[in-house]
């Protein structure tokens, strides 16, 4: 048992140094000056580490404005993420305790749209975005990705958990639909609306395609498609672009380990009951 216990621990070790080391030399090359990178055997320690990538990277604002890509993605995601969580949340909650009439079809066609590719969607958004003259506006970057189906099922199974005792209890107490929705599910709910929390961030964070057909000003990109542009440019100084990489790796990774718990909490509790 110990032995099986110990080879398991040790290829997760090494599934996890092959999944790390990409980002470790991507955080390597960051620091080091050109003529470091490209020499026949790499160094996973600068011998002579600068900031002058970073540097760098912030004196070329006119050209690539990389503090303003980042405060673009980070307002899209904070925003984007937290208007999800409501519309999901409220639309759950909809799903998993109201009776009207054709709620079991409908929500089997809201789980249906997870069987369809974004990719497919992307010229009704087009022309959408184009006759609502959306163009080059954070409505572009936000309202578009504000429903999924994703959202609502997971947190519908989880309200399914909650015994209704409480709410029945809550409505001898006098409280309504909105008022059970904000002082009992809501609550109760933290785990897996910080677990959907999460999934929604590092997606709005990533996404490429929404920004790449909703802006075409240089100031409205974000950090995806920006960085694509800036690895265009200066395709042959890879530390500058190692740089911009880290610099948008960050928040993600940060994200990550404050609210890791959360997901394995959140999934866990959310189960399949259906």
Known sequence: MKAGRFLLHLALGAAGIVFLAPVA?????SFLPESEIFQPVPHWWPQHPTWSNYIELWKRAEEAPV?????????????GTSSYLLLSSMAAYAFARLNFPGRDLLFFAVLATLVIPGQVTIIPVFLILQK???????????V???SGAFGV???????????????EAAVMDGCGRAAIYRRIILPIGKPAIATLGIFSF?????????PLIAVNENEMRTLPVGLMIFLG?????????????VVATIPVIAMFLMFQRHIVRGVVLTGLKG
Do not use: C, H, K
Request: glycine share 6%; hydrophobic share 60%; net charge positive.
């Open 25 to 29: 030399w991507m955080l390597v090359m």
């Open 67 to 79: 503090p303003r890509w980042f405060f673009n993605s980070a307002l899209v995601a904070a925003a």
């Open 132 to 142: 609502l003259g959306w163009f080059n506006t954070y409505y572009a970057l936000i």
């Open 144 to 146: 578009p990705g504000l």
């Open 153 to 167: 099922f997971l947190l519908r199974q989880f309200f399914l958990t909650i015994p209704r005792e409480l709410e």
């Open 202 to 210: 590092l997606g709005a964070w990533n996404d490429f395609m929404l």
């Open 233 to 245: 440019r200066y395709t042959m100084q890879y530390g500058l672009v190692m740089a911009a990489a």
